[in-house]
C-alpha cells in the first residue's frame, strides 16, 4: 500500500536502549547499564565496542526476548551467563550465586592480612559456589594452590569451567562436600561466603525467585552454617592461617560470637560502604 509504514523499518540501537532503559526502570537500579548489557549480549559484541559503534548499530531482533526476561526480574547475570569479579570473568548459571561486589571486600581483606613476602601456599573456599572466592584469590597469588568445596555438583561444575576460563585450572581443585567435612588437609587462608538468611526474610524478586536457595538461606536465625563452620574451622587451620567470612550486614555480633565462643579471635571488616560485611577469623 503506498504511504504505509514500512513493518520492519529497523530500529536504531539508541533508541532500543531507551525504550529498554525506560521499561527497565520499575525492575532495576540500573537500567540503562542493564540495558547496554543486554543488547551487547545479543550483538555478540563487548559494552565497549558497542557504545563506541552505537550510531551505526540496529537493535538486534533478540533483543525484546531478552529484555523480557530481565522484566521478569531475572539477574543480567544468568540472561547473559556471565559476571566480572575482582579481575576475572566468570561464567555464572542459575546453579551458582551470582558473584557480588560486597565479597570482593573478602579479597581485599586476606590480601592486606599477607602483606609483603608472606603469602598464603594452601587456600580452601568452603562454598565455591562459581569458584568465584578462590579463583579471585589464585590470581591474586601465582604461586598458591586452592581447593574449592560446593555440595551442589552443578556448581562445582560451573567453579571447574571457570578454573579452565581463567587458567587455573592446574592450581584450583574444586570437589563435591559438606562444608570442610572429612578434609584431611590444613590450609594457610580460608574463604567462605556460605548462605546467611533467615529462612523467613523477604528478598527481593531477582533474588528470591532466580537465585538458589541452598545458597542464601541458613535456618531461623541464618547462623546454621557459622556455627558448623565454627566447629570445623580448627581441624582446617595451619598454624598462623586465617579464615574469612562474609556476613550479612546485622550479624558481625552474633556471627562474631560462635567464632568467640569456639576459641577463635575475630576482627570485623568494613566493606566500602561501611558496614562489617566479613570476620577475619583466626
Ligand atoms: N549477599 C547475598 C544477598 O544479599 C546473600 C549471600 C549469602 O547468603 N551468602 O542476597
Known sequence: MAGSVEPDEPVKLADWLRMATARLAPVSDTPRLDAELLAAH???????AMLLALPRLVAPPE??????RRLD??????????????TLSLRVTPDVLVPRPDSETLIEAAIARFEGPEAP???L???TGSGALLLAALDAWPQARGLGIDVSPAAVDVARENAARCGMADRAEFRLGNWGGGLAARFDLILCNPPYIAQDALLPR???AHEPAGAL???VDGLD???LLADQLGSLLAPGGVAIFEIGFDQAESAAALFLAAGFAVAPVRDLSGHTRALVVK
Open 217 to 219: 538461606f541458613a535456618g
Open 206 to 208: 531477582e533474588v528470591h
Open 42 to 48: 545479543a550483538l555478540a559484541m563487548s559494552r565497549e
Open 73 to 86: 526480574h531475572e539477574p543480567i547475570a544468568y540472561i547473559t551467563g556471565t559476571r566480572d569479579f575482582w
Open 63 to 68: 533483543g525484546e526476548a531478552l529484555l523480557a
Open 125 to 127: 573456599d568452603l562454598g
Open 225 to 227: 552454617a557459622y556455627r
Open 121 to 123: 601456599q594452601q587456600i
